[in-house]
């Protein structure tokens, strides 16, 4: 296991407790209580030394692309709705380059996986799982952390 970088808690929600990285603490716990499932996150870093990024970034894991895409369900009709979709970018032919139009957006990815030897599949689901990934811009982890602790409230609301 590698060494922690940042500052954690462990967190509880239900039957699921993990070490999470303080500045995602609420956030993590609001997915929890949504039923959005988790496998790692980190609150931010700079990246690698072979890549370094000018802004930290932070990511979270999801064990299957439906808890991805009930995060992203999240932002429906926010001011960060937007922020899901890929950056664009213009291609420049003098330089044969392309350059990012506006702000970063999230980095979104899937990443396909075997299923572990003690999984159980149901009969006919295919013999692979998903992982899905979200990278966002550290300096939007408030705004993030806001928007989904507010609909967990709604949702606990709405069941009461």
């Given at each position: 296991?590698?060494v922690?970088?940042h ?25 929890w ?10 609150q931010?870093?700079c990246?690698p030394a ?21 995060f992203?369900v999240?932002?429906?009709?926010t ?5 899901r ?13 392309r350059t990012?139009?506006?702000p970063p ?14 999984e159980a ?7 692979f ?5 979200i990278g ?11 928007i ?5 409230a709604?949702q ?5």
């Amino acid at each position: 296991m590698g060494v922690r970088r940042h500052e954690a808690k462990v967190v509880t929600v239900g039957d699921r407790s993990a070490e999470i990285d303080l500045e995602l603490v609420d956030l993590i716990e609001a997915l929890w209580s949504m039923g959005i499932d988790t496998l790692f996150s980190c609150q931010g870093s700079c990246g690698p030394a072979h890549d370094p990024q000018p802004e930290p970034w932070g990511y979270i894991l999801f064990p299957d692309v439906e808890d991805l895409r009930a995060f992203l369900v999240c932002f429906d009709g926010t001011e960060l709705s937007g922020r899901r979709f890929a950056q664009r970018h213009e291609w420049n032919p003098e330089t044969g380059t392309r350059t990012p139009v506006g702000p970063p957006r999230w980095k979104i990815a899937a990443t396909v996986k075997p299923p572990e030897d003690d999984e159980a599949l149901e009969t006919g689901a295919p013999e692979f799982r998903f992982w899905g990934r979200i990278g966002f811009l550290q300096a939007e982890l408030a705004e993030i952390t806001r928007i989904v602790c507010q609909r967990a409230a709604d949702q606990r609301s709405t069941a009461a």
